[in-house]
């Protein structure tokens, strides 16, 4: 329904821009639309425009580049007359690292689910089924939530490594190494690692949901939130397009807030700089996001979730997050602020323990259990399982919630066709101290209630969709030179996803 | 006959018998005069001069006809005839007869007899004409005739008169006017006396010889004619001239002329003297037969030929080169796609008609290690022609096929993968091991073959790429360790299990690094399929570039998949790699060259960063980084490789101490050399330095190509004798004493060689070699002589100071024997043999100590040397050090990236292109400065050629 009347409003725009005939665009309502991701409004708008005008210009390259045209963004930019402008500098070498790192990229849309999804590895192109699905029902949950409904189609820029995240995003590659950036909003899309990236995947869904709640809350806003709303609502909305699941901790960011409160290793709510990809570590990015997080959960936690709604309408008047804040709630952010801060610290102090959620504890001698791990590593690779089992055995007994050593030697197990041992040393949830593409993978194939095991495997996917255990569904191609692959699944999409994890085995 | 026509002809006869023989006369004589008056007027040889000639000639031929044409008609005439010769004579007859002549055509002719009939008219005229008197007549033709006479010598007499002053100048006039093209037909000898001399070109080095004239001679071509002789005539501008081109004749100073010519072609050289535009050339020529000088010929062995690179540790290219005069230089060609490279192999400063030689290449070379497309390598040998310019013979050639890039590392990277493989299964082996003696037997001898399988294999060279010295020394230690005895209580298991987690985190490191550099190097080709694609664009040979794309694109696919199989980093980057050139592929079968050369650009910046797909800081916590381990948390599973650096780090400060040491003594010993030397001394010692000069002058000059001939050998002690008398110039005793052993060893050699090989002691005399000798043992002697006295009162004077360092030395020597001790115990130690040079260095250091207390600074000295050499060779450099071939790598790349014209990777074009006029200018100019600088003699000669040909190029 809205969306039709979207369209129709679209259309309305059109309508009036062409009977405007020559009435020139105006370039501040062009950046309006574009900023709020209404691109086509844009584009009618930019109809009725003098090509030739720079202010123009420049917003006919924001829009090229927000719909991912990065070829039409370069020449445009590209224009004599926008040289000593430092915005389309900045813009124009954006697009031309974009258009560099997309340039025979496959593009696949998906009508249905709204979905542009640009795969700079082909390879990759089985994800997309699987980014869809997410990428629906976080919109769903932006709706929900947050009041706001998403274009579409929504764009999507899976690339292939940090590299070309730091090319299509503008994002300083040093920034992206610095911080292991997996995921940028800007530019009305959402470039996103792929998870063969990283080597042993990340949980990919939940980032692509944050992602996604930066879109919504740029259209909302008029990209207006400020940087500590963006985060800190985009971080709360990760896991609430989904149902909750084994290892997620609601109360990580109030204990990790805490922390760093008591420690003095805050980062400050509202001194996150341009961007926490660009903060100098990846342990102040944990901390901004969990104080970020933490601040919004206690905010919303007093004025409930229209409030949020209220804020994010007054931001997209005003422009001006303490005017608005105060316009909501009576008081300035400053005030909030403390409130949240004297609620961090008055919190009980966290027990220690194997708790759901746990980190897993350093392992008392790394080296040690590095060289068994080891060991069982290379035995295994060589086909000789049996003792590769007994080593990552000897592994677990010295770092028990570890869920890649007790994944590994349940491997090791079922490769020396032990199941039972298999099943033993990976052990149970309660076991282990967080969430494992791997682990989850081999509880599905050792699970006996087969709602249990699609459960399992779909944990699994949302972590390392390209393990080959977790796209084969529980199998893999076993050790040792003689060694062959079991055979596919048999459906069309786990097959691709199965054949597109072999196709570049890890090591 | 008509009787009236009769008596008209008797009249006439009886006139022209006697005028005619005056108006012959007449005419001969002006005919003559014209024709000298036609020559002297052609003779300047001008244009215009000859045609005004050639114009006088036709009106004096023009009024002849015409006056022969008016003579006929006068004498067939009657009316004119009488006119002629009768009135003259007799008036009144002459009157009355034409009027009677008149009446009688009337009568006759026009039937008109008012004055009478026709026969009363003949009669009349018959006897008007009987009336005539011959006499009369035949005495006016004779005063005709005289008067005709007279004109007729007058001119004669000019005529002739200025035929008898110059004779000459008519004949040459006359032959210029019968010029044609330029050339006169009638030769005259111009010179009397006339010497022709050839000189072939300098760079030959052949003597003059004389040319005989009319006789074909054969010349090298470029060679100097002189033409020298007496002139006939004076007054002419004599040249040579070939009918293109000519060159004054000068005065030579001895009333004679000379003319140099430069030999260029076949066609004949005449002497010629110049009028004008025209020459009249000489009866004689000079007949050339010009020899060309042709390219070298290069021959190398068993080229045409193809040779797959990956298989060779080293590739022999043996070769021969020979030129029908002499060989300048040798070089060595590699050419890969675009890119050339030319090394020179030999340089010849004397004459050198053949060379042979042999040269290896190994797949290290930087420019082999940065070729990705086959490499034509060719022997191009360059002769002396300095006149017409160089010119290059070229060998066959021996093909190359590089291996992927990536393919040499790959491969080592396969052998220690399956050196850890076998670790695996002994280690595996080992733990499933049952209790029975003899299994236990087995496996032991299983551990001891697998280490010496593991330390050959850490010797290998794989596709001419070997282990950094560093990781190489690291892993022989361990396969050394792995084959030990063990000790007692010593848990063989566990020995094995050190060994392969040693092997398994050295392979990862180097994998790393081995994936890293393929990466850059995978970047240079991924860069050459970006600029392909941009010249298909912008360039008029797009096919030319799109055959350079494909080529660099297949070359990148297959080092793709090379860098695939490098570790965990190498899969990564090969993987980014593969999936890079997919969109390339896409791009350029769409013909997208547009976007081909941006993903090839993004790709090579890509590969460039050789850093994994996904990386951040070290995190101490979760967040956004902490992405899921392997389960080994921040443990390693081996510290061997850091306690090997660490043993490593150490060696190599030992070895800079101890060269410091070393210098230390040195210094005090030195100390001596301070002490200014005395006149007399320095005057001996150049006195000396002269006398050794002057007993090596009779030997062969540059050691040349072939040292392993006896020339080459006497060559090389004269090299040694000159050190000998520079050092002993100044003093510098140790030199002296080193030149001067090293100057009779190479006598004694070549010695030996003259008389195995005679041929090969060409130019080498046996009492120069002898003289040579004598001279040299004596300075030596004095020289050994001196220095042992300088260094007996150095150490009196240093004694002090060499017992501070004996402190010093001992030191050193016992911490190298303790590093000796550590390297070899435990799972991380050195090599046998580095630890052994330790220890046998340690001994020497301890020597050196005894000997510096004892204040024997020389001896300690020694001794000490020793030990530097020992440390330095035990110096194995850390696990992580780059091999110099990796760093040659390295550094052609940097070199390759910071190279201008690829940086930009534009082209300039609209060069100016030297036209023909150009080319003959230049050659002008080699042509005077050969004549110029090419005749050079003495022992500067070949220099001032090296220069002329320089100049020249």
Known sequence: MRRGIRAAAAAAVFVAASAAGAAPARPERVRELVLELSVEEARAELGAGEASDPAVALERGRLALYVGDCDTAVAVLSAPALASDTDAASMLATARGCAEATAGAAVVEDAQAGLWVRVQDDADRALVPLLAEVAVRARESSRRDLGVELPRPLRIDLVRDLFALAAVSGLPLEAAETTGTLAVARWGRVTMLSPRATGRGYSWQDTLAHEITHLALSRATRDAAPLWLQEGLAKRSESRWRAARPFDDPRESDRTAREAFVSGRSVGVTELGPSIAMLPTPDAATTAFAEVTSFIEHWIGLHGQPAVWALLADLRGTGDPERSMVSVTGYPLAYWLARWERGVLAAPEPEGGGAPGERPRAPLDPDAVARIVRLGQLSLARGAAAHAAILLDAAIERAPREPSLRAAAARAHLEAGADDRARRSLGTRADVGGAHGSWHALEARLATDPAAAKASLELALGLDPLAEEVACEGHWTPGGPRATAPDPPAAEAPRALCLAARSAPRR | ???????????????????????????????????????????????????????????????????????????????????????????????????????????????????????????????????????????????????????????????????????????????????????????????????????????????????????????????QLTVRGRPRFDGRRLELYDGARSAPFVADGDDGLIARWTVDSARPVHVAARFGAVVIRAPEPVEILPVEDTPPLVELADAPRTVELAAQDRVELTWRARDDHSLREVRLVLRSGTREERRVLERFDDLQPAAAGGHAITPRDAFLRRAYLPIEVTIEARDDDSLRGPKWGTSAPVILVPPAVGEPEARRHRALEAGRDALVDLVVALAARGAERAAAAALTARRAALARELEDAALASHAGLELPAGLGAFLRGRAQSLGRPLAPGESELRRAEDALLAWDTALRGLARRDATSVSRRLADVVEDVELAARLARRTEDTQRALFRLDAAAAAARAGGGQLATLGALGADLGDVARAGLERIRRLREANDLGRTELAARHLAQRLRHAAPSFRSAPSSRGGPSALPGDGAGSGAPSRADDHFDQLAREVEELTRDHAAAVAEVERALGGADDAPVPEELAREARERALAVRRATGRLPRGAGPEPSTARGAAALAREHAEALAQALERLSLEDAVQAGRDALERLTDAERRAKASPAGAAGVEADALREARGRIAHELAWAERLLEERTRSAESRAHDALEKVAGTEAELARRSGNLSARGRSGQSGLPDDASSDLERAGEAMSDAARELRAGKGSRALERQREAQRLLERATTGETSAESPGERAAEAAARERRGDPRRASGRITLGGEVPGAAAEDRARELRRRAIEGLGDARGPLAPAVRRYAEGLVQ
């Open chain 2, 1 to 223: 006959m008509d009787p009236i026509a009769r008596r008209i002809d008797r009249l006439a006869g009886a006139f022209r018998g006697t005028a005619a023989r005056g108006a012959g006369r007449l005419v001969g004589v002006a005919v003559l005069a014209a024709l000298v008056v036609a020559a002297h007027l052609a003779r300047p040889g001008t244009p215009a001069a000859r045609g005004a000639a050639a114009a006088a000639v036709v009106a004096l031929i023009g009024a002849l006809v015409a006056l022969t044409v008016r003579e006929r008609r006068t004498w067939r005439d009657a009316r004119r005839v009488l006119s002629r010769v009768l009135a003259p004579s007799d008036p009144a007859l002459g009157a009355r007869t034409l009027r009677a002549l008149r009446l009688f055509e009337g009568t006759r002719e026009r039937g008109d007899e008012r004055h009478g009939s026709p026969e009363l008219a003949r009669l009349h005229l018959e006897r008007l004409l009987d009336r005539a008197s011959v006499d009369a007549i035949t005495a006016h033709g004779a005063r005709r005739a005289r008067r005709a006479t007279l004109a007729a010598a007058a001119v004669g007499v000019l005529t002739a008169g200025a035929l008898v002053a110059a004779p000459l100048r008519t004949v040459e006039g006359l032959d210029i006017l019968l010029a044609r093209d330029g050339v006169a037909p009638v030769p005259l000898p111009w010179l009397a006396d006339v010497s022709v001399v050839a000189r072939p070109p300098a760079h030959l080095g052949t003597t003059e010889r004389a040319v005989l004239l009319g006789l074909p001679a054969r010349l090298p071509e470029g060679s």
